[in-house]
């Protein structure tokens, strides 16, 4: 069974500062990597996903994330945030055997204008 | 447009009452799933149907009983609520089951067991 750990649960940085959240997982096989944003009172929303190739990934308004299998990580960044993308951030595994996602505890991002 | 309805966005429900969640899907999908996610507990899997057949059950209560009328419906009827059942249970859909398909979730159901 895979785990996905997000060390952070809350992140406060300003408007124009870079920011990175955390994400650490843990599984033997194979899988799919993925962050999701979900902002308040909202459902989550796909943001990108990984499974092979370059360990950078771009995703929708600004955001990347690195794919790191030494260290068995998958951070999000942003190199300038924008008070709107306050939000609560969510890394997912997802088992290539089983197809289950498994959703880590969120990180709470808070930008201060 | 939401492509993914949630009917009611909040509901208060009486302990020992039951309730039904309504999802309707507009993204011509062929997954369903059922998700829950409370202040206790990070986001959680409890169903998944493809083509209207149940595929995954991680819900150890039959309380919790999907219901797919229609390819693009999956109901949730919860029955004998308890207080521990208040959360936000999300629906969510897929192309298809397969683990490169991405997750569309609605807006959630927000129900309050008192």
């Known amino acids: 069974t895979q785990t996905v750990s997000q060390s952070d649960a809350h992140v406060t940085v300003f408007e124009g500062d870079s920011v990175e959240l955390r994400c650490n997982y843990s599984?033997?096989?194979?899988?799919?990597l993925s962050w999701y944003i979900q902002h308040h009172g909202r459902g989550l929303q796909f943001l990108l996903k990984y499974y092979s190739g370059n360990p950078v990934v771009q995703g929708v308004n600004g955001f990347e994330a690195e794919f790191s299998k030494s260290d068995s990580s998958f951070h999000l960044r942003k190199a300038s945030v924008h008070w709107s993308d306050s939000a609560v951030y969510f890394c997912?595994?997802?088992?290539?055997?089983?197809?289950?996602?498994?959703f880590g505890a969120g990180t709470r991002l808070k930008v201060i204008a | 447009d939401p492509k993914i309805i949630q009917k009611p966005k909040y509901l208060v429900a009486v302990t020992g009452s039951e309730k039904i969640l309504i999802c309707e899907q507009y993204?011509?999908?062929?997954?369903m799933y059922w998700y829950r996610q409370s202040a206790k507990k990070p986001l959680e899997f409890m169903f998944s149907y493809s083509y209207q057949k149940l595929m995954d059950n991680q819900t150890a209560s039959s309380r919790f009983q999907p219901q797919s009328s229609k390819k693009n419906h999956l109901d949730l009827q919860i029955t004998a609520l308890k207080p521990d059942d208040s959360a936000t249970y999300f629906c969510?859909?897929?192309?298809?089951?397969?683990?490169?398909?991405?997750?569309?979730f609605g807006e959630g159901s927000r129900l309050i067991v008192v």
């Open positions: 599984y033997g096989g194979s899988i799919y």
């Open positions: 993204l011509g999908h062929n997954a």
């Open positions: 997912a595994v997802i088992n290539t055997g089983n197809y289950k996602y498994v």
């Open positions: 969510a859909s897929s192309q298809d089951t397969g683990p490169g398909n991405t997750l569309y």
